[in-house]
């Protein structure tokens, strides 16, 4: 390059106090740290006489094939049912409560009817209702109760299955395993990597969004007291963004991140790098998508004993403006010659893959180890192809990266996000179709 960082940062702002800078992108645009990352009550039909059901069932009108892509609507309320799931591409809610599930038995039938309680139950809280009102007052009451009176803020409810829902051990545990995605296998190690296996893996991933955290936990509260006896959850995790409406969120680092999630603004570019094609197969995923999370825990510490110098390069933009090097505006186009080397957006860039970000920040106290903070980012992605897009990415990263000694990946898990429910129906609907043949 042929200017200092901080001749960088004094040129953006000598512009800044004579030009505006372009529109900011919204809320759904999200952190780009790093890339790498019930019922309970069975109603007596047994599990072969459900699937042989649905097996004859048609899908009719109201299949998610003909349904609509979910929109935020009036009231703050997001439809759950869609073409696709809701929580993917609608925009970023500030709060996140993510659950991973084990299913606690083997019965297809049973499973088959927690998804249809789960999408029931969903429908009906994303619509910011309470499960049920009124009835017995020597029984529990069905909803939890926590948010009687509060909007439906924005909550979305996305589900998605992982490798163990169709294998675990070598056992194909409910009969699906010969619908499991090629893309459907757990992140292959990565250098660095820190994993605990309790916040690794789960049979279903539930992930709840939504303008307040209490609506957010209360979702998944009551999906898992509805399973209870036949789900329990693995691990959950809280997180949050926070910015200025219209602005991009910054992370713990205090850069903005999420720039490049503006590249896949438009339906095209979704179709390529976001859902799944029925040619891409397995058949039942179309209008589907992978989901990859991963816990990356942030040393924030030695993060705030570096010169800002040192930060701006170790990231590759500019902290204030979030501009690239060699350029003024956080949206500006920039070669990746303006990027210094090793640094992640390089990095990033270099890998030439692209995927939509929905990360979150979280803190959860201090370790009680080093009396450090146990905070970082919680990075969430979607994208068609794990194997084409995200392993390529993390792979370049968890090797070169300068961000590796500030970071470490300590959870991780991969799940296949079906496509939405039309009404009445369920998210999964599709997989059992295609698994009772």
């Known amino acids: 390059m042929n200017s200092t960082p901080e001749e960088e940062r004094n040129n953006a702002a000598e512009e800044d106090r004579t030009k505006t800078e372009p529109e900011s992108i919204s809320r759904r645009e999200m ?43 009036a009231g703050g309320a997001v439809p759950f049912y869609g073409l696709q799931q809701a929580g993917i591409i609608t925009p970023q809610q500030p709060y996140v409560c993510f659950a991973a599930f084990d299913i606690l038995h083997q019965d297809a039938g049973q499973l088959l009817k927690l998804l249809q309680e789960w999408s029931a139950a969903s429908a009906v809280m994303t619509a910011g209702k309470p499960r049920r009102e009124g009835g017995d007052v020597t029984s529990p009451p069905v909803d939890t109760g926590e948010t009687k009176g509060l909007s439906p803020s924005n909550l979305t409810l996305t589900f998605g299955f992982g490798p163990t829902l169709f294998q675990s051990n070598g056992k194909d545990r409910f009969g699906l395993a010969s619908e499991q995605p090629a893309e459907l296998s757990d992140i292959p190690p990565m250098p660095g990597d820190r994993l605990d296996p309790q916040w690794c893996g789960g049979d279903i991933g539930v992930q709840a969004c939504a303008d307040d955290p209490g609506v957010a936990f209360h979702a998944i509260r009551n999906l898992a007291r509805a399973s209870k006896g036949m789900a329990a959850i693995r691990w959950v995790q809280n997180g949050y963004i926070g910015a200025p409406d219209g602005q991009t969120p910054r992370n713990l680092f205090g850069f903005k991140d999420g720039t490049a999630n503006r590249e896949l603004d438009s339906e095209a570019a979704r179709s390529q790098h976001v859902w799944a094609a029925s040619s891409d197969g397995p058949a039942w995923m179309a209008n589907g998508t992978y989901l990859v999370a991963r816990k990356i825990r942030m040393f924030l510490e030695p993060w705030d004993r570096s010169t800002l110098a040192e930060q701006e390069i170790t990231f590759g933009r500019l902290k204030e403006s979030g501009a690239p090097f060699g350029k003024k505006n956080e949206f500006d186009p920039a070669p990746l010659s303006q990027f210094p080397a090793s640094s992640h957006v390089w990095l990033a860039r270099s890998a030439g893959t692209k995927m939509l970000r929905r990360a979150y920040s979280y803190v959860d106290g201090i370790d009680a180890g080093t009396g450090d903070w146990d905070a970082g980012l919680f990075f969430i992605s979607f994208q068609r192809s794990v194997k084409r897009q995200f392993i390529p990415m993390l792979s370049l990263l968890a090797k070169l990266d300068a961000l590796n000694k ?23 609907e599709t997989l059992f179709r295609s698994g009772s043949r």
Do not use: N, W, Y
């Open 406 to 428: 500030f970071t470490s990946h300590v959870s991780s898990a991969v799940f296949a996000c079906p496509p939405g429910a039309g009404e009445g129906g369920f998210v999964g």
């Open 31 to 73: 952190l780009k740290l790093t890339a790498i990352a019930g019922t309970g009550v069975v109603l007596g039909m047994s599990g072969m006489a459900t699937l042989m059901s649905l097996k004859r069932a048609d899908p009719g009108p109201g299949s998610g094939a003909q349904a609509a892509k979910p929109q935020a609507g």
